[in-house]
DNA sequence: TCTGGGGTCCTAGGACCC
DNA sequence: TCTGGGGTCCTAGGACCC
């Protein structure tokens, strides 16, 4: 029996929803009616464009350029901040409306969702079901959505993806020939701006090249990659529509700071502050890490990481820390660094920590200290625990000066 | 006042064991 | 004077996604 897939997309998500919360809060302008983006912040070298209005769009501004190269495509361009808050108050807004089609609902990012309707439809088509979405959507949250209406989650994906905004696409199997192997073979989900260029040697230009090429032949040249692309360009797609909500595989934070630094003891002033974040996550979660990778990323833009395996997981602010500190020691080589960044990986669940015999005692304490630390932040605003020897963004600058 | 930050998965190569 | 080879674990780096 085949399955029944919806993928939901909402458009220029950061965008409208921060259009609508402006409005909401007295704003006079529909900040989707004129030339704007969402933008990171300059002044923090984060300038770039991670949302546009459909009227910056027809300037040519394109997501993921900087702030600058948009002005100068666009001089009366409005900038407006991230805000993650007002985001996740949306998403949630989506998913609860959507919640109410399916059990089986994946929220796949912040904006998108895939929902199997698969014994969910109630004498109505798919496609219906996908229409009255839609309209409820543009009625009840106050923006609009793209869905793709097909029998897996890669069709479904490709179809959302077709003319925006406002639009419910289907794209079933018989449909593939005309709607999918015209495009452009960077299209294609998974293929991404390295591939394009390879597979264009290959006088691969468009989904349906990639199709009709022989398989093996991808599988030499990309490995279990080549696979997977002939597969998406068939339109073949086992996965299930994840519902159960996962824990994360691994956590990371890192930050691009305001001016390069050089100088190893404030690298690792900003390494703890990371470990701080990324500990205080993983706790959240309650889990624990057997990996610690710290990442720098040179003012070239060169990035490079090491990670050592923990002698025993932990989730210990104190005992990250120092493993973090001998990674960055053992690899740091002097150069100006731009980036910042700590992750932890080969998570477990904290039932299974196994019993250091040796340091027990001093686990649990270093935990309990965690745990206050952790409630003390949540109490407060995390902004208000405070190491000695952390560093904030104004120390940074003082450091520059001096 | 060029170039974010959060992830997942894969691969190549070295170390080590038998 | 020949220097295997399979398996596993680990690390560094890269590709892709939103």
């Not at 399955?3 to 220029?12: F, K, P, S, T």
Request: with cysteine; glycine share 6%.
């Amino acid at each position: 029996m085949k399955r029944q897939i919806l993928h939901i997309d909402a458009n220029n998500a950061f965008l409208s929803w921060t259009a609508i919360e402006m409005l909401k809060r007295g704003y006079n302008i529909d900040i989707r009616t004129i030339p704007s983006i969402i933008g990171g912040d300059e002044s923090r070298r984060a300038g770039i464009v991670l949302a546009k209005s459909s009227i910056a769009k027809e300037f040519g501004i394109h997501t993921g350029e900087t702030i600058f190269s948009a002005r100068k495509k666009c001089p009366q361009i409005k900038v407006f901040p991230t805000d993650f808050s007002i985001y996740i108050k949306y998403s949630n807004q989506l998913y609860n409306l959507l919640s109410e089609y399916t059990d089986i609902i994946e929220r796949f990012s912040i904006d998108e969702c895939f929902l199997d309707m698969t014994n969910y439809l109630q004498n109505k088509t798919l496609l219906e079901k996908a229409t009255e979405i839609s309209r409820r959507v543009k009625e009840e949250l106050g923006f609009t959505v793209n869905i793709g209406v097909a029998h897996n989650k890669l069709l479904a994906k490709m179809a959302s993806d077709f003319e925006k905004p406002d639009k419910v696409h289907t794209l079933f199997e018989e449909e593939i020939p005309t709607k999918l192997w015209p495009l452009s073979v960077g299209e294609l989900f998974m293929i991404g701006k390295k591939s394009v260029p390879k597979l264009n040697n290959m006088q691969i230009i468009t989904i349906g090249d990639l199709a009709k090429t022989d398989i093996n032949k991808l599988i030499k040249r990309f490995g279990k990659h080549g696979k997977l692309m002939w597969e998406y360009a068939n339109g073949i797609d086992n996965e299930e529509v994840h519902y159960k909500i996962e824990k994360p595989k691994g956590v990371g934070n890192s930050v691009t700071l305001p001016m390069d630094i050089s100088n190893i003891n404030k690298i690792a002033e900003i390494v703890l502050s990371l470990v701080e974040h990324v500990t205080y996550r993983l706790r959240k979660y309650d889990l624990i890490a057997n990996v610690v990778n710290v990442q720098l990323r040179t003012k070239e833009f060169k990035d490079y990481s090491h990670q050592g395996k923990l002698d025993c997981a932990t989730s210990s602010t104190k005992i990250i820390y120092k493993k973090a500190r001998e990674l960055l020691e053992e690899m740091y080589k002097g150069e100006a660094v731009r980036l910042v960044g700590v992750r932890l990986d080969n998570l477990e669940e904290k039932e299974s920590m196994q019993m250091n015999l040796f340091s027990n005692e001093s686990i649990e304490k270093q935990d309990k200290l965690d745990k206050v630390l952790d409630s003390l932040k949540r109490k407060y605003g995390y902004e208000s625990i405070i190491r000695a020897g952390k560093m904030n963004v104004s120390d940074i600058v003082k450091f520059k000066k001096n």
